[in-house]
């Protein structure tokens, strides 16, 4: 579900004019029907009650007082069945009582709106007519002005909402689509600012800055790097080669492990120099086929490189499962991977065995010495994922792992077991390539 907080601004505008729109359609109609409410007020009732009453005054004092007939109003005497002239026919028969056409259903044969009083006078009746009926008129055709004017008004916020969408939504859209179609890998890419809208003008224009100012801080690093990187191949090149001499030369046998911790030394600063300039590079969806790495292969060879460090210490390692394995990925990061975890169990194991092994396309690296701080190892690990460089003072292991498995999509575990000892588990198969029979 969308978090409410994330909305767009479009969205939020959109709503706040559906809903002033619905507000001012609700008002519109409340007025309307207010105001046809005026032809049933009681007001029309206590005017021919007032009129009828003044009438019957005059006529005590004065006989032949006139009907009251102005405007709107009429008044007819009517003694017994004698026709009426002007009077409306529908009201002869009616028997005294207050009459209206708005609600009245008794009868269905006036078109007139009206209200009337029908009061005894005398021998006879005395009718008091009001005729609304224009009144009535010009309240059903305001009625239609203000439906029409409630519907041109909804037609206009929609029209806002459609413009809105047309000059700010799409917009925006389309820069950040072009934005994200911008490949790092070619120079000189810029956003276009030919947008009609002065504000989008100003991002494009803001984007394109700091794009120019990233494309030559990348521009720099990579010479930088190409830079180390030749005089950092050089001095390693030189040492490999001098210890290749000195293997051939008749040291005597206390030299020789010496050597060969030079050498070692040397082939993991290679690597680890191979591994950064690898994991430098941006991946790309079409860089070509991958190298291909035999896990269970390669592991023997890693434990027994990795046999120097035990020492004198009572500690061995030891293969186990070598479930045969294939996946798509450089040998040299599968090197560092689990050469780091290889080390890490050495240094935290004083006796017992580690145990080195791979199936179902995780390799376990388990000791059973007293192991190290697995949450610890676990905090260390997060902060080498968020990290960009090196966390001082922790070294490249963790750094080059969490590189290494972002890079691969593999996943690393670290868990201490009830017994004894610590369990790294590296989770390699999302490049899995196939799995075939040991030869």
Not at 253 to 267: D, S
Not at 352 to 366: F, H, K, L, T
Request: aromatic share 6%.
């Amino acid at each position: 579900m969308k978090n409410s907080n994330n909305r767009s601004l479009h969205w939020w505008i959109s709503v706040g004019l559906i809903a002033f729109g619905l507000l001012a359609a609700a008002a519109l109609a409340l007025q309307t029907y207010r105001s046809q409410a005026l032809i049933e007020h009681r007001i029309w009732r206590d005017l021919l009650e007032s009129i009828t009453q003044t009438y019957t005054e005059q006529r005590a004092l004065n006989p032949s007082a006139p009907l009251p007939n102005a405007g709107i109003l009429h008044a007819w005497l009517i003694h017994d069945d004698a026709p009426t002239p002007g009077m409306p026919e529908f009201l002869e028969p009616l028997p005294p009582g207050y009459y209206s056409s708005e609600g009245w259903t008794d009868l269905d044969d006036f078109d007139e709106t009206f209200h009337a009083l029908i009061t005894p006078l005398d021998a006879g009746r005395l009718v008091t007519y009001i005729d609304i009926d224009a009144l009535e008129t010009q309240q059903n055709w305001d009625a239609r002005i203000t439906a029409l004017w409630g519907v041109t008004f909804i037609a206009m916020i929609a029209a806002l909402i459609g413009w809105l969408h047309a000059n700010l939504v799409r917009p925006v859209r389309d820069l950040a689509f072009r934005m994200q179609a911008i490949d790092p890998a070619i120079k000189g890419q810029r956003l276009p600012t030919a947008y009609a809208q002065e504000e989008i003008q100003i991002i494009a224009r803001a984007s394109n800055a700091h794009l120019e100012r990233v494309e030559k801080f990348i521009e720099r690093e990579r010479s930088l790097l190409n830079q180390a990187s030749h005089e950092f191949r050089t001095p390693i090149a030189v040492i490999a080669g001098a210890v290749d001499v000195l293997r051939m030369q008749g040291l005597p046998a206390t030299a020789r492990p010496a050597l060969e911790r030079i050498r070692t030394t040397v082939e993991a600063l290679s690597e680890i120099m191979v591994a950064l300039l690898y994991l430098a590079r941006e991946t790309t969806p079409f860089a070509g086929p991958q190298e291909l790495t035999a896990v269970h292969i390669l592991l023997p060879k890693l434990v027994t490189d990795h046999e120097y460090l035990l020492a004198d210490k009572p500690v061995r390692l030891k293969v186990t499962d070598l479930e045969p394995t294939v996946i798509e990925a450089p040998e040299v990061m599968v090197r560092i991977a689990v050469g780091n975890l290889l080390r890490n169990a050495v240094e935290n194991t004083s006796e017992g065995c580690i145990e080195v092994s791979i199936r179902e396309g995780v390799i376990c690296i388990a000791d059973s010495g007293k192991g190290f701080d697995p949450v610890e190892a676990a905090r260390r690990y997060r902060d080498s994922l968020r990290a960009a460089m090196p966390i001082p003072g922790q070294g490249l292991g963790m750094f080059l792992i969490s590189r290494i498995c972002d890079r691969f999509g593999w996943h690393l575990s670290i868990e201490t077991p009830a017994s004894s000892g610590t369990r790294a588990r590296l989770n390699v198969s999302a490049s899995l390539l196939i799995e075939t029979d040991a030869r």
